[in-house]
C-alpha cells in the first residue's frame, strides 16, 4: 500500500474509533425564557384580567375574549357590580376542579350583567393563527396555542382545551344555562372530555397554589355539604378598574414566538442530565405557558 493511502485509512479509522466530542449542554427553560428578546412577550390587558382575593392570597385571571367574547364581557360586567363580593368557594374536587359561585336564588345584584348566555363552545378556525404541536392527540385533529390559551381543532372549528389552571363557565342541563356568574378551575388531570361542552372562558396567570390547596368537598362531586366548609370571596376586581398600585405588571409570552417554540422543544426533547429517555413527544395541556412580572 502506497504511504499516501495508509495514511488516508489510518486516519479514517482513527477517527472512527475517537471519542465523539461532547454536545453543548441544552438550554433549561429558565435560559431560554432569560435569553428570549422583549418582542416575544406581552403585555396581560388590564381590561380583561381579574384580580380575585381569598383568605389564601390574590387569584388573577386572563379573560380570553378571543374565544368567548359574550362571556367575557359578562364577566366583566358582574366584576363591575361587584357580583362575587361575598360569593364563595362552594366545591372542591380531587382531581378535577374548584368551583365558585353564589347560591342559584341569590338575589345579589348583577348589574349589567346577565344570568344566562348561548354558548360558546368553539369558534370559527378561520383566521386563527395557531402555534400546532406535532404530537397525536386524542381528542382532536390539531392541538396547539393560540392568543396564549391551548386550543384543539377539527378544521372548520378550534376551542379552548380543559387544561390545569384553565376557567370555565358552570352551566346546568341546557347549554344556554351558563353566564359566567358561575366558574370553575380546572386544579387536577385534564378532563378534555368537558372541550365543547362547556364555555371556557379564560385561565389562571397566578395564585393556582391557592385554589388548588382548597379543602375537598365531602359531598357528591366535591360539593360542601356546610356553610362552615365554603371559603368566602373577599372581593374580585376587574384590573382596569384597580388603581396601578394595586395591580401587577404581569406580561405572558407570546405563543407565536421563536421563544415558546424553543419552550415546546425543550418539553418535547427532555436533554437534561436526569432523563435516561429523551420522550419525544409532549401531550398539549404538558406544555408550559410562561407568565412573569415586567422587568
Known amino acids: 500500500m502506497r504511504r499516501s493511502a495508509l495514511f488516508a485509512a489510518l486516519l479514517v479509522a482513527a477517527c472512527a474509533t475517537a471519542p465523539a466530542a461532547e454536545s453543548p449542554p441544552a438550554p433549561s427553560l429558565a435560559e431560554i425564557l432569560e435569553m428570549s428578546p422583549a418582542g416575544d412577550w406581552r403585555a396581560v390587558d388590564p381590561e380583561n384580567t381579574l384580580y380575585m382575593e381569598l383568605p389564601g392570597g390574590r387569584v388573577i385571571i386572563e379573560l380570553a375574549p378571543e374565544y368567548a367574547p359574550n362571556h367575557a364581557a ?16 362552594v366545591r372542591s374536587q380531587d382531581n378535577y376542579v374548584v368551583q365558585w359561585g353564589r347560591d342559584e336564588g341569590d338575589a345579589t345584584s348583577m348589574g349589567e350583567g346577565r344570568p344566562a348566555l348561548a354558548p360558546e363552545f368553539d369558534r370559527a378556525r378561520a383566521g386563527v393563527q395557531i402555534t ?33 389552571g384553565m376557567i370555565g363557565a358552570g352551566r346546568g342541563d341546557t347549554a344556554d344555562s351558563g353566564s359566567g356568574a358561575e366558574l370553575y378551575v380546572v386544579i387536577g388531570q385534564a378532563p378534555r372530555h368537558l372541550d365543547r361542552n362547556i364555555t371556557v372562558v379564560g385561565r389562571v396567570l397566578r395564585g393556582m397554589e391557592v385554589l388548588s390547596v382548597m379543602p375537598r368537598g365531602t359531598g357528591p362531586l366535591g360539593f360542601y355539604e356546610t356553610p362552615q366548609e365554603r371559603t368566602a370571596i373577599r ?27 424553543s419552550v415546546i422543544e425543550s418539553r418535547r426533547f427532555r436533554r437534561e442530565s436526569w432523563f435516561l429517555d429523551p420522550v419525544g413527544h409532549i401531550n398539549l395541556c404538558n406544555v408550559p405557558l410562561p407568565v412573569r412580572v415586567r422587568p
Open 235 to 261: 372581593s374580585v376586581r376587574l384590573g382596569s378598574d384597580l388603581p396601578a398600585s394595586e395591580r401587577v405588571n404581569l406580561e405572558a409570552l407570546r405563543t407565536d414566538s421563536a421563544t415558546f417554540n
Open 74 to 89: 359578562n364577566i366583566r360586567a358582574l366584576a363591575h357590580a361587584h357580583y362575587f363580593d361575598g360569593a364563595a368557594i
Open 132 to 164: 400546532r404541536l406535532p404530537d397525536p392527540d386524542s381528542y382532536a385533529r390539531e392541538t396547539g396555542f393560540a392568543s396564549g390559551f391551548p386550543v384543539a381543532g377539527n378544521g372548520a372549528r378550534t376551542w379552548l382545551t380543559h387544561c390545569y
